[in-house]
């Protein structure tokens, strides 16, 4: 268990970057994950951690100690690869074992080990077996319990789930998450699946371009995000281009006059959580949405059906449309397609973003 700080990473490939000036510091124990759209440059800034690649500039401290010109195998980095690399001709005890007779482990206390890993991640007994004769989540946990196996000062998590079918994939997100505590392990993962990263992280880094764009907790990037990227990338939104042609008050494309805080004049973005977002019939005499400071009439014109949520697409004029999610409740407003519905939020569920 160690601290981790990146500074100032950078990657070239000829004239494109695909890392540029990333600095990140891990604390002792956090779980960070790098979350990103594919391309965004967390692969190629966690590989650098780990020692696959080299960097064309900036440094990688483990513990204190400048790890940063040294192979992957002198430093203490357990990796878990996106496609769990285990070796198919070994059996599970081996593939677990690889890592610590690389280290020239004596082998009374590699099996000692070996087992002990094996129990950790509950595959106790499969150690005879080969990748072949496992379950997707079984190799995934071989492949974790081959990381842990050499007590790493840091763990790193390479898209480790998205191998996996949904509901697997959402119980062993879990079983890392309880490890990584029990553990106590300094922890960075990648994975573009926002769900994943806002379970499983203490403080979550969104990317793009090569460019780190918000660092902070997952209540952070939801409820303040610092641009248009991370609002849209982070659970969901609906944007309504217009402009602020005076102070607090947000003109959209088609016309609509609506209040708001903050922005600079101009043209702006205004975003909004579709569970922020209430709806209500037109027929309610008095208004059904009073107390909200925007209220619009609009027209269904989509319903999709989640479960224990309700997508309502709702048009507004010819160049604006917003979604509203409900709660799937017996009894509750929902609405169907073609039906003239109001919609309303107060003040403080709209962001502008004039960036």
């Not at 203490?76 to 020239?104: C, D, I």
């Amino acid at each position: 268990m160690a601290r981790l700080d990146i500074q100032n990473l950078v990657k070239r490939y000829g004239d494109f970057h695909a890392v540029k000036d990333v600095s990140l510091s891990i604390a002792d124990g956090e779980f960070l994950v790098l979350l990103g759209p594919s391309g965004c440059g967390k692969t190629t800034t966690l590989r650098m951690v780990a020692g696959f690649i080299e960097p064309t500039a900036g440094r990688v401290l483990l513990g204190g100690q400048d790890v940063t010109l040294l192979p992957p195998w002198k430093r203490n980095a357990g990796m878990v690869f996106q496609s769990y690399a285990l070796f198919p001709h070994l059996t599970v005890a081996q593939n677990v074992a690889f890592g610590l007779e690389m280290r020239k482990i004596p082998r009374a206390d590699i099996g000692k080990r070996v087992e002990e890993v094996l129990a950790l991640v509950r595959l106790a007994g499969y150690g005879g077996r080969l990748p072949r004769q496992l379950s997707g989540g079984q190799q995934q946990r071989v492949a974790l319990a081959r990381a842990l196996a050499i007590r790493p000062d840091v763990l790193l998590l390479d898209e480790p789930l998205s191998n996996l079918d949904a509901k697997l994939r959402q119980e062993v997100r879990v079983e890392i998450r309880e490890l990584q505590r029990q553990l106590g392990l300094t922890t960075v993962m990648v994975t573009h699946d926002q769900e994943e990263a806002l379970t499983m992280a203490d403080r979550l880094v969104v990317m793009s371009e090569g460019e780190v764009r918000q660092v902070g907790s997952q209540r952070d990037l939801y409820e303040r995000p610092a641009n248009r990227f991370v609002a849209g990338f982070v659970g969901r939104s609906t944007f309504l281009d217009g402009t602020i042609e005076t102070p607090g008050h947000f003109r959209t494309g088609g016309g609509l006059e609506l209040k708001c805080t903050g922005g600079k004049m101009g043209a702006a973005v205004l975003s909004l959580r579709p569970e922020r977002v209430e709806i209500g019939p037109v027929s309610l005499p008095g208004g059904p949405l009073s107390g909200l400071d925007n209220q619009l009439q609009g027209t269904v014109e989509f319903v999709s059906y989640l479960g224990s949520l309700i997508d309502i697409h709702v048009r507004l004029s010819p160049a604006d449309r917003l979604v509203v999610q409900i709660a799937n409740r017996e009894g509750g407003f929902s609405p169907e397609v073609g039906q003239p519905v109001h919609v309303g939020w107060p003040l403080s569920a709209g962001q502008v973003f004039t960036d």
